[in-house]
């Protein structure tokens, strides 16, 4: 649909600057956003709205398609609109506000009570492992709007819910018990006594409001990810923000230059996730193909020091390394695919 209907911008009349202000638009012009066959025209007047949606019906008729007029409406900005998860809304003091739409919170939480439900009977470390990708794949859609209030908003609703299955798998126990057994400082970069987490593993359940709102960069004017001729352009796009990982991984990440330390090639591939379910796909992928490892600097025999530090590597390198016995070590997960930067 992208292809299709590439040029549908030229034909509702978006204007752009040239020079320094690459990806603005002229004045008095529209602003036509699509992503394949959604799409949103913000225009001035009633008079342009018109214009731009007549425009438009001429262009698409000869491709055969056609305005799905019952999902069709004009609407003010001060009354706001929903658009691919987002809700755009002018507000009485005249800022606009691009916030995550009231249906998309609401399907969240449904999923979070579907899932504690299903795993009702299981152990905290299912819970998190089973939890951690949505609320790392949600957050990470969501952090280049305003976001902060919802995530903390569903950090409370998750802390119920967990508070609820914590009781459930121990009707005999007192509350306090169940407190002091699945809750406490298990982030240690954070101050917060109330992250659920494992006691014997030390794993613990993220918090939306940890993620790290960062804004939205503009897209060229024109660039668009199917042109041959703009492959470096996205591609450069794509690595410059940081990943959705924890800071350690940053930090690693950091000093082996994104690479493999066993085969040389790049850890983490460019990424563009469309979606929160194609960032939750994105997080458990990772999780899958790359580990952190750990590794020891004596190796005289007969020393039994414990690993005095750590590395990230392809899965897959880590066991062909394990068979052939280059370093036996132990290995871990990669570290927490965590929101906290823009991608």
């Given at each position: ?179 002091a057994r699945y809750y406490g400082t298990f982030n240690r970069s954070r101050a917060d006594r109330w ?149």
């Open positions: 649909m992208n292809v299709a209907l590439h040029g549908m911008e030229d034909a509702a009349g978006v204007r752009y600057l040239t020079g320094t202000h690459v990806g603005h638009t002229a004045p008095g012009s529209p602003v036509v956003v699509r992503y394949a066959d959604d799409l949103v025209a913000l225009c001035h007047s009633r008079d342009q709205v018109e214009q731009v949606k007549a425009r438009l019906v001429d262009w698409l008729t000869p491709r055969g398609l056609a305005f799905h007029e019952d999902k069709t409406r004009i609407v003010h900005l001060t009354e706001g609109f929903d658009f691919l998860g987002f809700h755009v809304r002018r507000y009485s003091n005249g800022k606009l506000l691009i916030k995550p739409s009231a249906v998309a919170v609401k399907r969240l939480r449904k999923r979070l009570r579907a899932e504690m439900r299903n795993l009702r009977g299981g152990n905290a470390t299912m819970v998190i492992t089973r939890l951690n990708p949505i609320l790392r794949g949600w957050a990470a859609y969501y952090r280049t709007v305003v976001s902060k209030h919802t995530f903390t908003t569903i950090d409370s609703y998750l802390w119920w819910l967990t508070f609820k299955w914590a009781v459930r798998n121990h009707r005999n126990k007192p509350k306090k018990w169940v407190i992250v659920f987490g494992d006691r014997d593993s030390g794993a613990y359940l993220t918090k939306t409001a940890w993620t790290k709102v960062v804004r939205h960069q503009m897209v060229d004017g024109r660039a668009s990810p199917d042109d041959p001729d703009r492959v470096g352009y996205w591609a450069a796009r794509g690595r410059r923000g940081k990943p959705p990982i924890d800071r350690w991984g940053l930090i690693q990440l950091d000093r082996q230059r994104g690479r493999c330390p066993l085969c040389g090639e790049r850890l983490l591939h460019d990424h563009d996730p469309q979606s929160p379910d194609d960032w939750e796909q994105w997080v458990n992928t990772v999780r899958s193909a790359v580990r952190r490892q750990a590794i020891t600097t004596d190796r005289r025999p007969g020393r039994t020091t414990g690993p005095d530090a750590s590395r990230l590597v392809h899965t897959s390198c880590a066991r062909t390394s394990a068979r052939r016995g280059d370093q036996p070590q132990h290995h871990r997960h990669a570290p927490s695919c965590g929101p906290s930067g823009p991608a």
